[in-house]
């Protein structure tokens, strides 16, 4: 199985793009990130008639989250067990965000995950965050528990560079967010719970980025970011016989700001 995530920021923007990539590469099964559309928007007719399956939730422009799948798409689940709400208007009631999506695909738990942003390290989207990982990371461990031999696939934009050499320059990001401790610290959590970095073993850094920004050439100037992974779990890990980003994706016009990030299964 080939395994695949991408955050596409717009999928109507990109979709045939997307299509030619699923079929350029050959891929299974693809989880997308900020898809920035409701569910009626989602343009699924143009996965459908190369053979994909579709489960996607979005509740507006920002956000979104979907999962396509030649090999089977079963038990959606639309957010995990313990999400955190978020409102972005003081006094309005919080509401789930469209930040995460499981499915079974091939006989693999795939879920797409939008990590909040945080924004800035005095923000409250920066708590909001925190708790939004941790809520992951309990939930995740959890299923680890109930079926150690379960593979479970968490991938997606996580919004956080855990390694130094990660970023192009960390004098940059010194007093931003991506690169905090406690952002790190949380993500080393879901590692530790069980679900490793399957993709670093096989594309190796420094200077090995999934994010560059379209503003001030950083695409050209190599000034990335490392922030889009796919965290497996014990029985995923162990069968994961290759990985890549295909940083060509990021060329051209009309690109996403993010590669996509690919994993081989045996």
């Avoid at 007719?45 to 507006?60: D, K, Q, R, W």
């Avoid at 208007?89 to 939008?114: D, F, H, I, N, Q």
């Avoid at 409250?124 to 941790?134: D, I, Q, R, S």
């Avoid at 967010?177 to 594309?203: I, L, M």
Wanted: net charge negative; hydrophobic share 45%.
């Amino acid at each position: 199985m080939r395994l695949a995530t991408w955050n596409v920021n717009s999928i109507r923007t990109r979709a045939d793009r997307v299509a030619a990539f699923l079929q350029r590469h050959d891929v299974d099964v693809l989880a997308l990130q900020e898809t920035k559309c409701r569910d009626d928007q989602f343009p699924e007719m143009v996965f459908s008639a190369i053979g994909y399956e579709v489960a996607h939730v979005g509740h507006s422009q920002w956000n979104g989250v979907s999962v396509l799948s030649r090999v089977g798409l079963e038990d959606v689940e639309v957010g995990f067990p313990g999400m955190p709400p978020w409102s972005a208007k003081e006094g309005a009631e919080p509401a789930p965000e469209a930040r995460a999506l499981g499915a079974t695909c091939g006989g693999v738990r795939v879920w797409s995950v939008y990590v909040p942003n945080g924004r800035t390290l005095a923000d409250p989207h920066y708590a909001y965050k925190l708790e939004w990982l941790a809520a992951l990371r309990e939930t995740a461990a959890g299923w680890l528990a109930d079926a150690p031999a379960a593979p479970v696939a968490l991938v997606g934009d996580w919004n956080i560079a855990p390694q130094d050499d990660d970023v192009w320059d960390m004098a940059v990001f010194s007093t931003s967010t991506h690169v905090s401790a406690p952002e790190r610290a949380a993500f080393q959590a879901v590692v530790d719970a069980g679900y490793a970095d399957v993709v670093r073993p096989h594309a190796p850094g420094p200077g090995v980025y999934t994010y560059w920004d379209y503003t001030q050439l950083r695409f050209p100037r190599r000034e990335g970011m490392r922030i889009d992974f796919v965290l497996g779990s014990p029985a995923l890990a162990e069968r994961v016989t290759g990985a890549f980003i295909d940083r060509e994706e990021r060329k051209g016009k009309g690109a996403s700001d993010h590669a996509p990030v690919v994993v081989d299964l045996g």
